[in-house]
């Protein structure tokens, strides 16, 4: 379909620090089950469970929307995520090859922006990042919530392994993009323990993450109702404090998402991540292997 708009606001709740994003993609072939993504399906009339993964728009023309958008006048120049209601790197990218137009199109215009993705795809466009960086600022984050890969098969199943994406952050980093790690989904009472949020915290440092952004799980109506059925059959005693936490809508309880947040701060300062000194120093070469816990 031809794109109506190219930058959209982005909601708070995403819990990212962009008010803009572009989207070359609504629908998501990875089909992750918690994506606080899938009700936007409904607006297409399609089912946002059954179909998100099945059924993705490709907006064919975002990249001259986007020149077009970006050239505007009343536009500021403010920092842009690519890739919000969708993976910009998932599976069809490789045929319709949206990207790579997006990318120039913020470089032509000198328009900083932040790749999110869980897809090794991403290092395709490694040539355009770097000629990108170095005319306005170029972030990638890639979606890291916890490093259990058990964990992964259940609510990720067409993504790659945590193991594979860090690597793909470490990549990056050694080429000179700078790449952080976006914490999302942060699992209450499964991926929010100490020794959890601290795996994921370690493993985004050694693969030398510039940042870690921590965004608790979001449950609009039809996730909701998958993850608690999901919940109810493999971890039932969890139910009455996931209601509790959820009581208010589909996010967690604020006071809660601030305790997870200052933990993952923590641990970040902890681990030498961000500006901090760092108090800690690689251990492993970035060209091995990551390993897990």
Partial sequence: MRARTAIDRVPEAEGLPYRWGVSPY????IGCAHCAARPGHRHLGLDPMREFATHVVVKTDIAD???RELAAPRWQGEAVAVGITGDCYQPVE?????????IRA???????????TKSPL???????LREAAQVTRVEVLVSVGFVDDRIRRVVEPGAVTPQRRLEVCA???????PCGVVMTPILPLITDSTDHL???VRRAAEAGAVSVIPVVLRLPTPVREWYLGWLEREHPGLLPRYRALYAHGPLADAAYRERVAA???ALAEMYGIGRSARRWRRRRSPARQLALV
């Fill in 263 to 265: 933990h993952v701060r």
């Fill in 122 to 128: 991403v290092l395709r466009d490694l040539d355009l």
């Fill in 26 to 29: 609504r629908g998501c072939a």
């Fill in 94 to 102: 490789e045929a319709y090859r949206l990207m790579p137009r997006v």
């Fill in 106 to 116: 913020f470089a032509d215009a000198g328009n900083p922006f932040t790749v999110l």
């Fill in 198 to 200: 601290q795996a994921t």
């Fill in 171 to 177: 990549a990056l980093n050694e080429a000179g993009i």
């Fill in 65 to 67: 929307r986007l020149r």
